[in-house]
Every structure is written in C-alpha cells, then in structure tokens.
C-alpha cells in the first residue's frame, strides 16, 4: 500500500503519464506549464480546479495541467510557501516576519493575513513564471525526442519489412 502510495507521488509516473497521453506536444506542454504555474500560488486545495478551468478555457491539456499542479504535493506544500513568502518578501523590498496579531480583533486578523499572504502571492507569481518556462521546454523537448524515437522505429521496421518482401 505503502509503495503505490509513494509511486503516485513520484516524478518518474508524472514524466510517464505526461509522455502516454495523446495530445499534440505543444499542447501538453502548455498544459503542464500551466499547471506549474497554478502549483506555485498560495491556493492550495483549488489548484487543480483552477489549472482544469483555465486548461479548458484556453484548450491545452487539461490532463497535463492537473499533473503541473503536483509541484506542490504533501512533501512540497510547505517548502513551496515558504520560498514564495520570502522570495514575494524579497521582491517586495519587504523584511521577512510574522505579523504581531491581536486574535479578538478581526482588523488585526486580517491585516496579518494580508502582510503574509501578499508576499505569497508575489513570490509564487515569481517561481510559477520561472518553473512553468522550464517545464515548458523541457516537456516539450522530451514529447519531441520521444516523437522522434517512435518515428526511427517505424521506419526502421518499414525498411526490415521491404527487405524481407
């Protein structure tokens, strides 16, 4: 149980999931694009109904943008946030620190949570644009290698296939 579990989550099934569907790569690799990008802001529990949403409105692959989503799984959820946080502190010119927060103040509340969320915002706006352009031409570079390699094949067999008649 333990091993499927873990097998979900790892990057080799992504990579082989992304390779076995059947859309156009370019289409594939926007899709995952996409779904980076959605996987680094703080939405997290609405990532992959907004990646589908906007797969399906701009028509790249909604498949591949769900699996972009996974850049934040139950190991990276945290690690990510932070990074965005700091780096949307970074950006922002902004020092790093919780918020003091009076909790029988509803203002106090929710400035706190604007003090830290925009940074997340920021941030994850920052690292989505920069991973989902990696992942981008990576995907694709893989779709089109892998593309290449079937074609070898066949015709490599066409030609075994004419020598033997």
Same mark, same amino acid.
């Given at each position: ?11 080799? *099934?992504?990579?082989?999931? =992304?390779?076995?569907?059947? !859309?156009?790569? !370019?289409?594939?690799?926007? #899709?995952? %694009?996409?779904?980076?990008?959605? #996987? *680094?802001?703080?939405?997290? &529990? ?21 699996? &972009?989503?996974? /850049? ?8 990510? =946030?932070?990074? !965005?946080?700091? /780096? ?16 029988? +103040?509803? %203002? +106090?509340?929710? +400035? ?13 706006? *920052?690292? &989505? %644009? ?6 981008? *031409? ?15 094949? /066949? ?7 004419? /020598?033997?008649?």
């Amino acid at each position: 149980m333990l091993k499927k579990f873990k097998k979900a989550f790892s990057f080799r *099934f992504y990579i082989k999931k =992304l390779l076995e569907l059947k !859309d156009r790569p !370019d289409e594939t690799a926007k #899709g995952l %694009a996409l779904g980076v990008f959605v #996987g *680094f802001l703080p939405v997290n &529990g609405f990532q992959v109904l907004i990646a589908v949403t906007i797969a399906a409105i701009t028509r790249v692959s909604k498949v591949a943008a769900a699996i &972009g989503t996974h /850049v934040t799984n139950p190991w990276t959820t945290i690690p990510v =946030l932070i990074a !965005d946080y700091y /780096v949307g502190c970074f950006l922002l010119r902004k020092s790093p620190h919780l918020p003091r927060v009076n909790l029988s +103040s509803l %203002a +106090s509340i929710l +400035s706190a949570g604007k003090a830290i969320i925009i940074p997340m915002f920021v941030g994850g706006a *920052f690292l &989505g %644009a920069i991973f989902s352009i990696l992942s981008y *031409f990576g995907m694709k570079k893989l779709l089109q290698n892998k593309i290449t390699s079937v074609k070898s094949r /066949v015709a490599l067999k066409r030609r075994k296939q004419a /020598v033997v008649d």
